[in-house]
């Protein structure tokens, strides 16, 4: 089982639509939580953390949190053609905050 | 500021050839990272140093890689021999001690072995 799990996609959404990106982890323990986005041969970039259950929004982006359900998802609100691009989740195991564990990656693409 | 940065961008070699890759971290970042993306995986932690020390290296495949980090600033990650599975892109990324976890990530290595 992999810790963390992402749907590859392509996930496609129209100009001005909101894309809903999710993740899922295996480590309950785990207690950290990235969302980076990687543009094609760039570095992966972070757009937003979160720590505790809840949302938490930043801009056009809203991270989502559920540990009891070992989920987190990214909300992109008004998604622009600049959005397209890889997301990748990111989670920390529980006894080590420094050990990020990545999903493969969910790619987005917005449609003009 | 100048972010991580990460030398060569490209490398190819032939099995059994030796490669060294450098990173250096954003400077004032005492936490130095290496991860590998092989083709259709996810990206995997290697190590981890905290200045010159290696925290974690739970995630070294094997004694053919070795990281070092003398004086606590620039970092390389040689491989020797490279073998062909070797192949994939690696990633440094670094973050402040004491803060946040958050991990910036540098452009990566793109390491082909033929």
């Known amino acids: 089982q992999k810790e963390v799990e992402q749907n590859s996609g392509p996930l496609s959404v129209p100009e001005g639509a909101i894309a809903s990106l999710n993740c899922t982890y295996s480590?309950?323990?785990?207690?950290?939580f990235f969302w980076y986005r990687q543009y094609s041969g760039k570095s992966p970039e972070l757009i937003m953390f979160i720590y505790s259950n809840g949302d938490k929004e930043d801009g056009r982006f809203t991270a989502q949190l559920n540990k009891a359900s070992q989920y987190v998802s990214l909300l992109i609100r008004d998604s622009q053609p600049s959005d397209s691009a890889t997301y990748l989740c990111?989670?920390?195991?529980?006894?080590?905050?420094?050990?990020?564990?990545f999903g493969s990656g969910t790619k987005l693409n917005v449609k003009p | 500021e100048a972010g991580v940065t990460q030398f060569p961008s490209h490398s190819v070699i032939e099995k059994g050839q030796t490669v060294t890759l450098r990173c250096d971290p954003i400077?004032?970042?005492?936490?130095l990272y290496w991860y590998r993306r092989v083709m259709g995986k996810e990206i995997k932690f290697l190590l981890h140093f905290v200045k010159e020390s290696k925290q974690d290296e739970s995630g070294m495949p094997n004694n053919r890689f070795l990281a070092e980090r003398t004086g606590g600033t620039y970092s390389t990650l040689k491989v020797q021999p490279a073998e062909l599975e070797d192949s994939g892109v690696y990633f440094c990324a670094s973050s402040l001690i004491g803060g946040e976890e958050t991990q910036y990530f540098g452009p990566g290595t793109r390491l082909l072995v033929l």
């Open positions: 990111a989670v920390t195991g529980r006894n080590n905050f420094n050990k990020f564990y």
């Open positions: 400077s004032g970042h005492d936490n």
């Open positions: 480590d309950r323990g785990s207690q950290s």
